[in-house]
């Protein structure tokens, strides 16, 4: 028996989703194919369009085996942390084998390189890197020159290896290297549409679509580009949110928080001060992240820090090596026996049952995807007008 691990989004699940199941499995030969998801809010520092069960059902319906939650604080956070949280996270399943991701394009030789070199971070690409720095580049994009110069790549070797899944699948070898994980990577190549490309045409034109063609089209009530079951799924939801339904907690979170921004996980005090600044004057989310925006602040950045604020994320004293629980969130039966491999970490199943097992570290840290469920579902109610089960009440999706 063999299990690959995704690391996702699935926001909302859809045929290139399934595709890079089928596609994992095949290149694996894996029994189970285990997605690692976000829950109610995804790394760009949004909500996700559904919440987390409706995205559970898609992917089972669509081909993963067992679906578990990827915790807040990974899950809305840089490229690096999302990725070592995901990397800690299936390491703590004992029987993953494989961690597979998609990539534009790259060869898995040149990403497996990058990942190496970042992970050992020699004197002269630090150097390279504090200089772009302070000539005012944002991270990732200081990151991509600082390597590029020492690897001595052309321009367009630079813009194919840093596209957005190749980035993360970097820092997905870099944190499975520092993290001394057996599991081994394998890249998948990703087709169709670019991660955050429009639809522009006809859709059998364009292949299969991202997942920022399908939100955009869902919104407009076009549901293409998806499979049937999560046409399905969709068309029974409550509500589709975006990160506007959200402005006034977060606007409320920020003010109540106002002494202490510096404090929340990604929030440097450049940040902290802008936050003060634009507070004012600002009338919608997306005004407020647009006036906090600079050369050296992503628009990603600044709505995490937006979001981090209104769930109470803040910067942790040291990095965690191991995760004091992991939550299930749906699985095929077939799959169950899987659980019996995992060791050193509690699988949450019913969370008011199996949350007294945790030390208080770990009632802690469940406490923040607890209150991003909560809050999440509160927006969902009152754009919906329906009252939705609370999170204690949620039970772990189980399919044949």
Known sequence: MSAAGIICEYNPFHKGHQFHIEQVREKT??????????????????PAIVDKYIRTRMALEGGADMVFELPVRYGLSSAE??????????????????????????????????????????????????HYLRGGYSFPAARERAYSDCMELTEEERRQLFMPNNTLGIEYIKAALRLGSSMKPVVIRRQGMGYHEE?????????????????????KGNFIGLTEEAVDLLKKAP????????????????RDRWDRLEDMKDLSDELANSFHKNWYEAVSLDDF????KTKNMTMARVKRCVFQTLL?????????DSLPYIRLL??????????????????????????????DRGREKLKQDIKAADLYRTVAMAVSGRRLPEEFRRQVILVD
Not at 289 to 292: F, G, L, T
Request: hydrophobic share 35%.
């Open 199 to 219: 639809l522009t045409g006809q859709q059998e034109k364009q292949g299969f679509l991202s997942a920022t063609a399908v939100r955009s089209q869902i919104w």
């Open 289 to 292: 992240v647009n006036r906090c």
């Open 312 to 320: 109470g994320i803040e910067k942790a004293s040291d990095r965690e």
């Open 239 to 254: 509500c589709f949110l975006r990160s506007e339904d959200f402005w006034q907690m977060c606007s409320f979170a920020i």
């Open 81 to 130: 942390d999302f990725a070592r949280g995901g990397i800690l996270a299936l390491g703590s399943l004992s029987f993953i084998d494989f961690y597979c991701f998609g990539s534009e394009g790259t060869v898995q030789e040149k990403l497996e390189q990058a990942g190496r070199y970042l992970a050992e971070e020699p004197e002269h690409y630090k150097k390279q890197l504090g």
């Open 330 to 359: 749906g699985m095929r039966r077939r799959a169950a026996g899987n659980l019996k491999y995992v060791k050193n970490t509690k699988v949450l199943g019913r969370l008011a049952r199996d949350m007294e097992e945790l030390d």
């Open 29 to 46: 030969g894996a029994d189970t194919v285990v997605a690692l998801m976000n829950g109610d809010f995804v790394q760009r520092g949004e």
